[in-house]
């Protein structure tokens, strides 16, 4: 009789759970799909959902971030990014702090304004986060041929062998006179060293 009774509670269980689950999915599955569409995600905090994701922030390859329009686009994306720096820093968490300073970093960067990327990732508290900051702002700073804001940033990176990457991406983008005063000088090669 025992067995009977508690065999019963497992199949009203069962059933109650089955009935559960078809009603959380019931509004979501499309006629064409016999599984049913996941649930939605929670929107993410203000920070982060200002500006997309970069989907290649570990490999240090950054594509520049569009300006919103062509005359005051840079400096509105400018006033955007501090916006978003300032509440990043009222996060909590270290680690998500990390990634929005990370992110922002990339847009600033990719926005041409490298010094407010480099005083952003000075802000990133994880070290390899860091660096990897440090070496986006190279990056992109390379591409749009700044050279000043390149070795500022790759000065800055605290791993030699990153750091010894950066100098020599930056050294072989450099145009053959390096004779200049003013390639010389941001290179470190004055009298000839």
Same mark, same amino acid.
């Given at each position: 009789?025992?067995?009977? /009774? /508690?065999?019963?509670?497992?199949?009203?269980?069962?059933?109650?759970?089955?009935v559960?689950?078809?009603?959380?999915?019931?509004?979501?599955?499309?006629?064409s799909?016999?599984?049913?569409?996941?649930?939605?995600?929670?929107?993410?905090?203000?920070?982060?959902?200002?500006l997309?994701?970069?989907?290649?922030?570990?490999?240090?390859?950054?594509?520049?971030?569009?300006?919103?329009?062509?005359?005051?686009?840079?400096?509105?994306?400018?006033?955007?990014?501090?916006?978003?720096?300032?509440?990043?820093?009222? /996060?909590?968490?270290?680690?998500?702090? =990390?990634?929005?300073?990370?992110?922002? *970093?990339?847009?600033?960067?990719?926005?041409? =304004?490298?010094?407010?990327?480099?005083?952003?990732?000075?802000?990133?508290?994880?070290?390899?986060?860091? =660096?990897?900051?440090?070496?986006?702002? *190279?990056?992109?700073?390379m591409?749009?041929?700044?050279?000043?804001?390149?070795?500022?940033?790759?000065?800055?990176?605290?791993? *030699? /062998?990153?750091? =010894?990457?950066?100098?020599?991406?930056?050294a072989?983008?450099?145009?053959?006179?390096?004779?200049?005063?003013?390639?010389?000088?941001?290179?470190?090669?004055?009298?000839?060293?």
């Amino acid at each position: 009789m025992r067995i009977v /009774i /508690i065999s019963l509670g497992v199949v009203i269980i069962a059933g109650l759970l089955a009935v559960a689950v078809q009603h959380e999915y019931s509004g979501t599955k499309t006629a064409s799909s016999p599984v049913p569409a996941p649930k939605r995600q929670t929107a993410r905090a203000p920070v982060a959902a200002a500006l997309p994701s970069l989907s290649k922030t570990a490999s240090g390859d950054l594509e520049p971030a569009q300006a919103t329009s062509p005359a005051g686009g840079a400096a509105e994306k400018g006033r955007e990014i501090v916006a978003l720096y300032e509440t990043a820093r009222k /996060i909590s968490s270290a680690v998500e702090r =990390d990634k929005e300073y990370a992110n922002l *970093v990339g847009y600033a960067a990719g926005a041409g =304004d490298f010094e407010l990327a480099i005083e952003i990732a000075d802000s990133i508290s994880a070290v390899g986060e860091r =660096d990897n900051g440090y070496a986006k702002i *190279v990056h992109q700073a390379m591409t749009v041929g700044d050279l000043g804001a390149a070795d500022k940033a790759a000065e800055k990176i605290s791993s *030699v /062998i990153l750091r =010894d990457e950066q100098f020599e991406k930056i050294a072989a983008s450099c145009p053959s006179n390096t004779t200049t005063a003013g390639t010389a000088a941001v290179l470190g090669l004055e009298n000839g060293k």
